[in-house]
Every structure is written in C-alpha cells, then in structure tokens.
C-alpha cells in the first residue's frame, strides 16, 4: 500500500478496511 498515492482518508479506510461499507 503506497500512503503517497492515498489521495484521501476515505480511500487509505477502503483500502485498508474493505469490510466496512463504502
């Protein structure tokens, strides 16, 4: 996972945490 190409938080927790709803 590339933190500098994570534009936004809601991303970086999407990216992370696929579980939880979008």
């Known amino acids: 996972l590339d ?3 994570v534009k936004d938080e ?3 927790t999407a990216i992370r945490w696929p579980a939880l709803p979008q």
Request: charge should be negative; charged fraction near 15%.
């Open 10 to 12: 809601a991303t970086f």
């Open 3 to 5: 933190l500098s190409d």
